[in-house]
């Protein structure tokens, strides 16, 4: 049985609080993955062109895969109802910038869906306390009432 893993754990963010846990969880969750059989890809505070690219990768490599399986920990948010991984390096100037350089997890999906794997797998340690969310709720919300 052939089983593939990307584990992600993004700590050290440029425009966001940085997180204490994510890169020691990717390393223990690789563990276990390797211990299950898993070939485990680890990516840790990777910038959104790295991201992307590791993600590629991945996709490559589960072709062939009865079992796939996504981790990432790191800072996770929502923009007008779609879901979104934080890169180090995401942006925070405004709404476009936030979306640009983070990751959407739809991608990850559309991948899942169109793989042949007969289990699929992701798993999700997002902080979804995101600051950067709530200042733009708050000047949409502003906009509209002035």
Do not use: W
Request: with cysteine.
């Amino acid at each position: 049985m052939i089983k593939n893993a990307l584990v992600v754990g993004n700590s050290e963010y440029e425009c966001m609080e940085k997180l204490k846990n994510p890169v020691n969880d990717t390393i223990d969750i690789a563990y276990v993955l390797s211990e299950f059989g898993f070939e485990t890809t680890i990516a840790e505070n990777i910038v959104i062109e790295e991201m992307d690219s590791v993600v590629a990768s991945f996709k490559e490599n589960i072709e062939e895969a009865d079992v796939v399986l996504f981790y990432f920990a790191g800072h996770g948010f929502q923009v007008e109802g779609r879901n979104y991984l934080a890169t180090i390096d995401t942006a925070s100037s405004d709404i476009y910038s936030l979306k640009r350089t983070s990751f959407e997890l739809n991608s990850i999906l559309e991948m899942f869906d169109n793989c042949e794997a007969r289990t699929k797998i992701i798993i999700l340690d997002a902080c979804r306390n995101n600051p950067l969310v709530d200042r733009f709720v708050v000047k949409q919300l502003l906009h509209l009432l002035l």
